[in-house]
Nanobody, 128 residues
């Protein structure tokens, strides 16, 4: 079974940066999709970004508070670790960020119901 542990969250001022890590253990995740979701208080968990092992294709959420151009998802399969580099952070980015891993195909990477492996989450708080 795959265990995931996120780290790197914290308190940062608007415009600042954080780098989240997702360390996997129990099995290799090199041939699985690795994604990040986030959940703000009182809101549903939403998709942030995904990294598909096949072709190293990445996807980013495209909604009102878009992370495109500000966040970068990556992975180091040799370390069984995924990352989310977050730049130009905004107060509306405040949330608990979760890493999720599973054999999810490209077309449905944003569907959180398809992921069976989740980390415990790491809190990101952005002050104005």
């Amino acid at each position: 079974q795959l265990q995931l542990v996120e780290s790197g969250g914290g308190l940062v001022r608007a415009g600042g940066s954080l780098r989240l890590s997702c360390a996997a253990s129990g099995r290799t995740f090199s041939r699985l999709t690795m994604s990040w979701f986030r959940q703000a208080p009182g809101k549903e968990r939403e998709f942030v970004a995904a990294h598909c092992w096949s072709g190293s294709v990445v996807y980013y959420a495209d909604y009102a508070n878009s992370v495109k151009g500000r966040f970068t998802i990556s992975r180091d399969n040799s370390k069984n670790t995924g990352y989310l580099q977050m730049n130009s952070l905004r107060p509306e980015d405040t949330a608990v960020y979760y890493c999720a891993v599973d054999s999810v195909s490209r077309s449905v990477v944003s569907d959180r119901q398809l992921y069976g492996n989740w980390g415990q989450g790491t809190q990101v708080t952005v002050s104005s």
